[in-house]
């Protein structure tokens, strides 16, 4: 309860701060307006038009809300002004690519568990990868895939693929190496065979692993694909509506994208949490 | 056709070889862990090389890697002046600025519980959000160069920066913070020498995940408008020239960036926390 409050605390001081930037950073228009139809403006008639312009260079939180609530659920689904529509879009391939990159992270993690010559010449790699701004190469990617032909869904689901792929790999790797010699032992008594080994035990004790590396593979799966849709002129997708709004000076509908770019990846990351929490409970290991 | 041969040989062959290294008993050698990813990623190269010519791969799919070292050799100058603007002056200016000032405001949040409680909660929630969208409202605050390539940096390492450095300032028990009351110690004693050489590790944590997403964040916000040099830029425009030699050499300098400078601040790690189990041995 007292979390709950402080959290609030926190929201509203940042809320109030924005309001107040907002006045702030949209004077210098509000002035010209001002002297250039010769009145003198008010400190409240100031506010006042500081928090309605049409393109601040800061728009005020409500201005925001209106137009992710307009363009939301005023707008019919297919419009193209709709961000559902334009979110489904980035969605689609976040989730396509997603699932293709820790479906790829897993098989290979099971692959460099059991064969020692490819743990050692992929995962240095693999983890060096890690420290290579990987994203650099998206706008090629849907570049050289679009001289070939191959255009839309695809090259960003395979963005978002490559940016989840390395960190499911590592954590599974970890995740799977996480029973100690104790539990391995046993199994051995027990004459488990090694298919046995690997379905009741290694496999069960990495699911914590999974998740906790599929957080942060579909929140980098969900960057990549915004960032793959920058380059080329798209026309569809968050990213685009982002690119779109900074070409033409609409502060508005950029910030309204990236709000909705921010509330769909803390939900996939929330239904992700909570995909763990019931499956850690009913395989026993949280309470 | 032969060369297609030549390339499936040498991958049998180096894989033969890569296999039979760590089934050897030497496996735990130093030499033999080098050694293996070493002959891993030079076929890959010699595999890439030999595919592109053998299948005459046009250059605008993908370029030979022997075609990008010679780009790379013959434009230093440009890739030299774009490291510069977009690693020095974008990257570690806004590396320094955002790390520095998230440490500052951790120490501060730790004094006040309150803050702590509630600041928390909502760094971890941004942390996992796509920070990058920002790039292009920044770019329209601050201009075209590197100062709106600096703010995106800042307040893309800024919580990770802040949430790790909090849970490290947590990181000491009830046990060592006793003894320091026992000593009479300050805040500022128990601060400076118990507090922060224990959030030491929580603190380079955060220091090295800043460094990678310091650099995609200066790439990425050159993306979206910037002066006629950076790496960001000359990705962008050499895509749309389909000049990928130039786009892969770029790419070869941001990953030996990114991986220098991650080694760099996790070599300064391993001399601060030397102490560390994860260090020893």
């Not at chain 1, 930037?21 to 038009?49: G, I, P, T």
């Not at chain 2, 862990?33 to 030999?50: A, K, M, N, Q, S």
Request: with cysteine.
């Amino acid at each position: 309860m007292r979390k709950l409050f402080a959290i609030c605390t926190v929201v509203l001081v940042i809320v109030a701060l924005w309001y107040a930037a907002a006045v702030k950073m949209n004077a210098k228009w509000a002035y010209d307006q001002a002297a250039r139809a010769k009145v003198e403006l008010s400190f409240s008639e100031l506010v006042k038009d500081t928090w309605s312009q049409e393109r601040p260079v800061l728009p005020a939180p409500h201005q925001v809300v209106k137009e992710l609530w307009g363009t939301t659920v005023m707008k019919k689904v297919t419009s193209k002004r709709s961000l559902i529509f334009h979110g489904w879009i980035t969605l689609e391939a976040t989730l396509l690519g997603f699932a293709v990159g820790t479906l790829l992270g897993i098989l290979l993690s099971v692959g460099i568990i059991y064969i020692r010559a490819m743990d050692m010449s992929v995962m240095p790699w693999a983890i060096a990868s890690q420290t290579v701004p990987i994203l650099a190469i998206a706008p090629m990617i849907i570049v050289v895939l679009n001289s070939v032909g191959i255009q839309g869904l695809i090259p960003k689901a395979i963005i978002s693929a490559y940016l989840s792929f390395f960190p499911v790999l590592v954590g599974m790797v970890k995740g799977l190496r996480s029973p100690d010699h104790m539990q391995l032992d046993l199994l051995k008594t027990y004459n488990a065979s090694k298919s046995d080994a690997f379905f009741k035990l290694r496999l069960p004790s990495s699911v914590p692993y999974l998740f906790t590396s599929m957080k942060v593979g579909i929140a980098a799966s969900l960057v990549g694909t915004i960032v793959g849709e920058l380059p080329t002129g798209a026309i569809r997708g968050l990213g685009a509506r982002l690119l779109t709004g900074s070409y033409y000076g609409q502060t508005i509908q950029m910030w309204a994208a990236l709000f909705a770019a921010a509330i769909l990846a803390a939900s996939l990351v929330a239904i992700v949490g909570a995909t763990e929490k019931t499956v850690l409970k009913r395989m026993g290991m949280i309470r | 056709m032969t060369l297609l041969l030549i390339a499936f040989a040498i991958w049998i062959a180096a894989s033969y070889v890569n296999v039979m290294l760590s089934r050897s008993s030497a496996h735990k050698t130093l030499l033999v862990r080098f050694l293996v990813p070493f002959i891993f990623g030079v076929t890959i190269f010699i595999v890439w090389e030999l595919l592109v010519r053998g299948l005459n791969i046009p250059m605008v799919i993908l370029p030979s890697p022997s075609v990008i070292a010679t780009k790379l050799a013959s434009s230093t100058g440009i890739l030299w002046a774009d490291f510069f603007q977009t690693f020095v002056k974008g990257a570690l200016t806004g590396y320094i600025m955002g790390c520095g000032a998230a440490f500052l405001t951790a120490i501060l949040i730790d004094r006040v519980p309150f803050l702590q409680l509630g600041l928390l909660p909502v760094g971890n929630f941004v942390a996992a959000l796509p920070i990058v969208g920002i790039a292009p409202i920044l770019v329209m605050w601050f201009g075209f160069d590197w100062q709106s390539k600096a703010a995106v940096v800042v307040i893309m390492v800024f919580f990770p920066m802040l949430v790790n450095t909090v849970q490290g300032l947590s990181a000491t028990d009830h046990m060592q913070r006793d003894l320091m009351k026992t000593y009479a110690a300050s805040y500022r004693d128990t601060l400076v020498k118990l507090r922060l050489p224990a959030a030491m590790p929580f603190i380079f944590n955060g220091l090295k995940i800043s460094t990678t997403s310091a650099l995609i964040g200066a790439i990425v916000a050159e993306f979206f408008g910037s002066p006629i040099v950076g790496m960001g830029f000359r990705i962008s425009t050499e895509v749309g020239k389909l000049g990928l030699d130039m786009v892969w050499a770029e790419i070869t300098v941001a990953a030996i960036a990114g991986s220098v400078f991650y080694g760099a601040v996790a070599a300064i790690e391993k001399g601060v926390t030397f102490w560390h189990p994860s260090q020893r041995g």
